[in-house]
């Protein structure tokens, strides 16, 4: 069994960092890839930011530049710091895992954790 915690949520104004964290629990096996969604209110989860086992990293458009994926594998949790956020930026933020490679698709991620809010206000 394996259980992801998020941590890292709250409520900052445009213009603001905030970093979110993700805790992987429950086996030893620690070569994965792991992911950050958002769903934004009214709207389907979409992809963020994710980072292979190998420290490769991907971000959506909208967030290159201002995000920022790593992760601390001996401690098997993950980071997304999040700067220069707009309101835009607001919604549960999911993290989820997988075996080795990024990917992008929601699908093909086997793990995921419950979320954490990100409220960006003007």
């Known amino acids: 069994q394996v259980w992801l915690v998020e941590s890292g949520g709250g409520v900052v104004r445009a213009g603001d960092s905030l970093t979110l964290s993700c805790a992987l629990t429950?086996?030893?096996?620690?070569?994965?890839?792991m992911a950050w969604f958002r769903r934004a209110p009214g709207l389907e989860r979409e992809f963020t930011a994710a980072?292979?086992?190998?420290?490769?990293?991907d971000y959506t458009d909208s967030v290159k530049g201002r995000f920022n994926i790593s992760r601390d594998n001996a401690q098997n949790t993950w980071y997304l710091e999040m700067n220069s956020l707009k309101p835009e930026d607001t919604g549960i933020y999911f993290c989820?895992?997988?075996?080795?490679?990024?990917?992008?698709?929601?699908?093909?991620?086997?793990?995921w954790g419950q979320g954490t809010q990100v409220t960006v206000s003007s």
């Open positions: 980072i292979s086992w190998t420290a490769d990293t």
């Open positions: 429950g086996r030893s096996y620690n070569r994965y890839a």
């Open positions: 989820a895992a997988r075996f080795l490679v990024l990917s992008r698709k929601e699908s093909e991620y086997v793990y």
